[in-house]
């Protein structure tokens, strides 16, 4: 392809995916589906990378991240970002009201209220259309200049057509919507990885991510509520949201003008409930003088506007009685203690179980069962316990003991140091984990076998005709016809019993069998390996190629891999060590399992590398460390993963360990930068 060819292609892409973008994002409707959308997306990466003199500054392939931020640079905002006077009062609301009126000297005036959307605020530039910087609040005066970070975020436009002014700032509210918050803390609890403890503290945590491919994953999201920049015309706060709705920006669908104060506070009470409906969390609401003018004429104190307020909600609580206490156990063997109360009416749904978290959270609680206890619900998708009333204690009560032995198995539990959970180590024998295990096998991102529901697996377990998830595939179609399985009505453990279908046993089957297709780094992922998710499994698989070279690898082989840490590395060399674990792999080899990367077809760029190793180490600014291998093997060298007398090239990047480079230098190996591999490649 001639680099015309490629500026056409790449133009003809860019319309088509922002096309598809805008019917998704704006229309929510799709006409193509998500993998002939990737397709798009991959097809227009590889092109912008062959021909980066035609990459655009506003190209959708931004959105899926991949610069590194070493350290984000600091920026002055052009103008303060405030912060909001609050109250949590009635009162203190018509109070300013009146102070509002008597500034206006009696001029009419109206309000403008929305939510007030409780994440990150962040600043977006934008200079001829385009979306020069993304800044966050910081200390109001300066913050950090995010911006590759905020690319990622779909709904935050890249470049804005038709009349616009040539430079403006538009502020807004960056928020981890709550369902992509619940699937993340998922996919993290499926590996043992600690969860996220709120979306609003994970939104700030995720913009200043150093890896934007991470942020991007993490489909976070934006209302803008804020216009500014000189020579705009409008003269009302409405007439702005308006503008920029306009102009393709996510703006809440809740604002409302309101005429006098009353209405205001009908609106305060209309929200109080539906807020939790909405995909952002929320913890009050905004009240704006709508005119700009009059907005100017009460003008500031040295903190806020005085134009505006913020009604905060009282973080909605309600009283009730611990009965008891619940232990469950996960596919690690991690316990997680659960607190049964008495069902309580908050924030319009029925409480009757709240998470304890773990043994810490009990004793700083200091709860008891029997206790009163207060819960409360800020929006957030599980209660939490805040506090014990100490006054209505029954005198007869006793402190809480936790538990000693597994709930399931009885085994002993142990407590790692520095962990805050107990876990079960009977990992064999313990029938959660089994079947934990096992629903993380067939699952759609795993083996995808997941026309086989967790009844099922329960009813094969309990017939012995599985005992681990290698015996999966010793089933046949007779095992599984008219197979008895106990199908659960609630979490009561009422129970009817159902027979497994002809068609959905042969789906099954079918399933089973196909999945011996599953290429190695899903299959690496399904093995459950506490801390190996997906990317974590790709990132090996690529590496070492075989399972028979990843069950080999040491420690220090391991953390030499880059983004694999000690705790993961550690948890690899656990897996293998283990004889069970040895012989389950063996078994699913002989299933026919995919232990093996399949390697695609090197395109051959030249020689100039060639007979050469290389060990790459740190974070490149023009490479991702997968494109800087594909360069060396494209060139005829070879990359190996330690570093010896032997090593020819060290390539290190930036935030590169001190040990390898003491190492490297005792060893006298070639230290090079990104820069001069460039020369080598040219040379
Ligand atoms: S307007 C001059 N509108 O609340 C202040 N702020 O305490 C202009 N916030 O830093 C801000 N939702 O991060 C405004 N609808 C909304 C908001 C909102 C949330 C945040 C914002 C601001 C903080 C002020």
């Known amino acids: 392809m001639t680099s015309s060819e490629a500026q056409k292609e790449i133009l003809s892409l860019i319309q ?3 096309y598809h973008n805008n019917l998704y994002y704006q229309q929510s409707r799709t006409e193509i589906s998500d993998f002939e959308f990737d397709q798009l997306l991959e097809k227009l990466i590889a092109l912008e990378e062959q021909f980066p003199e035609h990459k655009k500054e506003d190209s959708p392939s931004q959105r ?6 070493k350290s984000f640079n600091t920026v002055v905002h052009k103008y303060p970002m405030m912060s909001l006077s609050n109250t949590y009062s009635k009162e203190e609301l018509t109070d300013w009201d009146n102070r509002v009126a008597k500034g206006l000297e009696g001029q009419g005036y109206e309000y403008f209220c929305e939510l007030k959307f409780d994440g990150v605020a962040l600043s977006l530039t934008y200079e001829n259309g385009l979306l020069k910087r993304a800044v966050t609040r910081g200390d109001g005066t300066q913050g950090d200049d995010i911006t590759a970070n905020a690319k990622t975020i779909r709904t935050i436009p890249l470049s804005l057509s038709g009349e616009i002014p040539s430079e403006f700032e538009v502020r807004g509210e960056v928020y981890f919507p709550k369902h992509e918050f619940e699937r993340v803390n998922k996919e993290r609890e499926d590996i043992g990885e600690d969860k996220l403890a709120n979306p609003r503290n994970a939104a700030s945590g995720t913009l200043k991510m150093q890896d934007s491919s991470i942020v991007s ?14 020579d705009l015309e409008y003269t009302t706060h409405s007439d702005s949201i308006n503008q920029i709705e306009g102009w393709g920006f996510n703006v809440s669908p809740t604002y409302r003008k309101c005429k006098t104060i009353e209405e205001v506070l009908e609106y305060i009470a209309e929200w109080e409930e539906k807020r939790h409906t909405l995909p952002s969390e929320t913890d009050g609401v905004v009240i704006k003088v709508n005119r700009l003018d009059q907005q100017d004429q009460l003008g500031f104190t040295a903190k806020s506007p005085r134009w505006a307020i913020a009604y905060k909600y009282k973080a909605e609580s309600a009283s009730t009685i611990l009965e008891s206490i619940s232990y469950q156990v996960g596919r690690t063997g991690a316990v997680t203690p659960v607190a049964n109360l008495k069902p309580v009416l908050l924030a319009g749904t029925t409480v009757k179980r709240a998470s304890l978290h773990n043994a810490n959270e009990i004793e700083r609680l200091g709860i008891r069962i029997g206790d009163t206890v207060s819960v409360e619900k800020g929006g957030e998708i599980i209660p939490k316990i805040t506090g014990v009333d100490l006054t209505q204690r029954s005198d007869s009560s006793t402190p809480t003991e936790y538990i000693t032995n597994c709930p399931e198995c009885d085994t002993e539990l142990v407590r790692l140091e520095g962990e805050a959970n107990h876990y079960c180590p009977n990992t064999d024998g313990c029938p959660p984990q089994i079947q934990g295990r096992i629903e993380h096998f067939i699952q759609r991102k795993a083996m995808d076998i997941d026309s086989l529901g967790s009844e099922t697996i329960r009813g094969l377990l309990d017939q012995g005709l599985i005992k681990d998830y290698s015996d999966l595939y010793t089933l046949t179609f007779e095992h599984l016809n008219g197979l008895e399985f106990k199908s659960f009505s609630d979490k009561k453990g009422d129970y009817s019993l159902r027979s497994l279908r002809e068609k959905s046993a042969s789906n099954i089957i079918k399933a089973i069998d196909e999945s011996r297709k599953t290429p190695f780094e899903k299959v690496l ?3 459950g390996i506490r801390y190996v998710g997906q990317t974590v499994a790709e990132k090996l698989a690529t590496h ?3 399972i028979q070279k990843l069950s080999e690898a040491s420690l220090e ?4 891999v880059p983004e694999i840490g000690d705790r993961i590395a550690e948890s690899v060399v656990g897996f293998f060590k283990e004889s069970n674990n040895r012989e389950l792999v063996e078994r699913l080899k002989t299933a026919g399992l995919q232990f093996e990367i399949v390697k695609q077809e090197l395109v051959s760029e030249g020689t100039n590398l ?36 032997k090593l020819d090239y060290l390539v290190a990047g930036d935030k590169m360990g001190p040990s390898k480079l003491e190492k490297a230098t005792k060893l006298g190996v070639n230290i090079i930068s990104e820069a001069e591999f460039l020369d080598l490649l040219g040379a």
């Open 217 to 230: 994953s993490r489909k976070l999201d934006c209302y803008l509520y804020y216009l500014l920049g000189q």
């Open 544 to 546: 070492f190629e075989t």
């Open 557 to 560: 082989e391991l953390i030499e």
């Open 610 to 645: 060639a007979d050469k190793s290389f060990v790459i180490s740190g974070v490149f600014t023009q490479f991702s460390r997968d494109e800087l291998k594909e360069k060396i093997k494209a060139n005829g060298g070879k990359v190996v993963s330690s570093i010896s007398g």
């Open 64 to 69: 899926v991240g991949g610069t590194i931020t």
């Open 16 to 18: 088509q995916i922002n």
């Open 525 to 527: 992922f399904a093995l």
